[in-house]
């Protein structure tokens, strides 16, 4: 009897489990976690140059549980265009947004679009920077560190050298601030800057061809990525008299340039740093409810040289997830 009756006391017990069980699972189906819906929007999103910048991202959304879309974007001609496309993705419900200005907001038409949206500004605050949160290296310590590295370089015929300015867009703050430092260090320290050229005025190879034949020059400085590779792909078109290149940079074909000695030297920001940061960022004003207070994360960068390029340092930032 004693035993009948232990089996069903067991026998209920289990029942009972299996409909609380039951119900847990009823009560819950259907329903998934909860991500934020995060949009970035850089100049041309398919360039390499966003490769390690894109796997920070990853990372901190991973961590952070947030769905990144990195928008589908070429060169923007200006702010005006590159606000329409962060309007579109206001509108399709993005909760946060990273972004690469790629021009001065004089007009407040960013910072309309976005005043009550979590922002995080990466590379160019524009002239709103006391109103965002922004996560980039310090423009004008780039700028200076290519000046620096000039001049170690070429310190045995710094006397009357001819230097040409690749400098990017100047629309950009970061640019302007880069040009800044890079003028200011070399100085007066022998070299002549003899032009000193924007994206708006040397768009092509061609173009910058047709310049260099009026203006030739000993070294070429070039102010980011783009430019590098530019600058690069001139200079293998020379047979002689090719320039020393000084540049910031670092997609795969300016890393190649740089291992082939293409480029004397290369600025490297940490990329996957600054994408892994602006998600930390952003969840930190998603989740609780942090305000944009104007705060700098300050990006760290490393200067590369065909000596170092395969030091373990330099390996960290250009190949995050391998070494």
């Not at 847990?24 to 360039?47: L, P, Q, R, W």
């Not at 976005?114 to 922004?134: D, Q």
């Not at 944009?292 to 065909?306: A, H, I, N």
């Amino acid at each position: 009897m004693n035993k009948n009756r232990l089996y069903i006391g067991l026998l209920v017990a289990v029942m009972l489990a299996v409909l609380v069980y039951a119900s847990y699972g009823m009560v819950n189906a259907g329903k998934k976690e909860s991500y934020y819906s995060v949009a970035v929007i850089v100049d041309d999103s398919s360039s390499d140059r966003w490769t390690a910048f894109k796997e920070g991202l990853e990372q901190g959304a991973e961590e952070e549980k947030m769905h990144v879309n990195v928008v589908s974007t070429s060169s923007f001609l200006n702010l005006h265009e590159e606000c329409s496309i962060l309007s579109r993705e206001l509108e399709n419900g993005a909760q946060g947004v990273i972004v690469q200005l790629t021009g001065d907001d004089v007009d407040g038409l960013f910072s309309g679009l976005v005043s009550a949206v979590p922002t995080v500004l990466i590379e160019n605050e524009g002239e709103a920077k006391s109103l965002f949160t922004t996560v980039m290296p310090d423009s004008y310590k780039i700028g200076r560190t290519l000046g620096e590295n000039l001049l170690s370089g070429e310190a045995e015929r710094l006397s009357g050298l001819r230097i040409g300015i690749l400098s990017g867009n100047q629309k950009m703050k970061s640019q302007r601030l880069r040009l800044k430092g890079f003028e200011e260090t070399i100085g007066r320290n022998g070299p002549e800057i003899v032009w000193t050229l924007s994206d708006a005025e040397i768009q092509d190879q061609t173009m910058l061809e047709t310049y260099w034949k009026e203006k030739t020059v000993d070294v070429l400085v070039s102010l980011d990525n783009d430019e590098t590779e530019l600058a690069g792909d001139f200079i293998l078109t020379l047979f002689t008299d090719k320039p020393k290149l000084y540049g910031e940079g670092r997609s795969e074909k300016a890393v190649y340039y740089l291992d082939k000695g293409v480029v004397s030297s290369l600025v490297v920001p940490n990329e996957f740093f600054m994408g892994y940061q602006c998600i930390r960022e952003l969840a930190g004003k998603l989740n609780y409810y942090q305000e944009d207070d104007g705060r700098d994360t300050e990006v760290d960068f490393l200067s590369v040289t065909g000596e170092n390029l395969y030091d373990r340092d330099t390996e960290n930032i250009l190949f995050p997830n391998i070494s």
